[in-house]
């Protein structure tokens, strides 16, 4: 198999299980069709490498979404940085507007950031309830959940 028909077949998959999944999605979601759903889920996918987080990764950015917050992720700024990201990203790049950054920009990024997994995409279509708005890696791949800023900030810390 070539490794354009392995993208393919991939990508296909992807959209027949979204395809599938939308339809039973969540009342009430700030996400009007299957691409936008698709573009959460990208996110979604690259924050955290742990399954069982990404419903409440999810409910956070829900949750800002109909806040009219910034969605402030790393990973849409570290996609809109392209070839200049080495591996760092400082304060100058999370100010740097992009169409990709979430930190300078409302809403969701114009396009996905990566092909999501399964979870990810049942995640942003099924949200964790809650009232968390943020959340920061504790360091361990894991998350810190906080309801405000104040929070936030101590977890930062």
Same mark, same amino acid.
């Given at each position: 198999?070539?490794?354009?028909?392995?993208?393919?077949?991939?990508?296909?998959?992807?959209? /027949?299980?979204?395809?599938?999944?939308?339809?039973?999605?969540?009342?009430?979601?700030? +996400?009007?069709?299957?691409?936008? !759903? &698709?573009?959460?889920?990208?996110?979604?996918?690259?924050?955290?490498?742990?399954?069982?987080?990404?419903?409440?990764?999810?409910?956070?950015?829900?949750?800002?979404?109909?806040?009219?917050?910034?969605?402030?992720?790393?990973?849409?700024?570290?996609?809109?940085?392209?070839?200049?990201?080495?591996?760092?990203?400082?304060?100058? /790049?999370?100010?740097?507007?992009?169409?990709?950054?979430?930190?300078?920009?409302?809403? +969701?990024?114009?396009?996905?950031? !990566? &092909?999501?997994?399964?979870?990810?995409?049942?995640?942003?279509?099924?949200?964790?309830?809650?009232?968390?708005?943020?959340?920061?890696?504790?360091?361990?791949?894991?998350?810190?959940?906080?309801?405000?800023?104040?929070?936030?900030?101590?977890?930062?810390?």
């Amino acid at each position: 198999m070539t490794d354009v028909r392995f993208l393919r077949r991939a990508w296909q998959a992807m959209q /027949d299980y979204l395809n599938a999944q939308w339809p039973g999605r969540d009342e009430g979601l700030p +996400l009007n069709s299957p691409y936008e !759903a &698709l573009t959460l889920a990208s996110i979604v996918e690259k924050e955290t490498g742990l399954a069982a987080e990404r419903p409440t990764i999810a409910g956070v950015f829900i949750r800002r979404l109909k806040k009219g917050m910034k969605l402030q992720t790393d990973p849409t700024v570290i996609y809109g940085m392209g070839e200049n990201f080495d591996g760092n990203i400082r304060r100058k /790049d999370l100010r740097q507007d992009t169409p990709y950054n979430t930190y300078t920009r409302f809403g +969701l990024p114009p396009t996905p950031i !990566a &092909l999501p997994g399964k979870d990810a995409i049942f995640a942003s279509l099924h949200p964790a309830d809650g009232k968390s708005l943020y959340f920061v890696d504790k360091g361990d791949g894991s998350h810190q959940f906080s309801e405000t800023l104040e929070e936030h900030n101590r977890a930062v810390r």
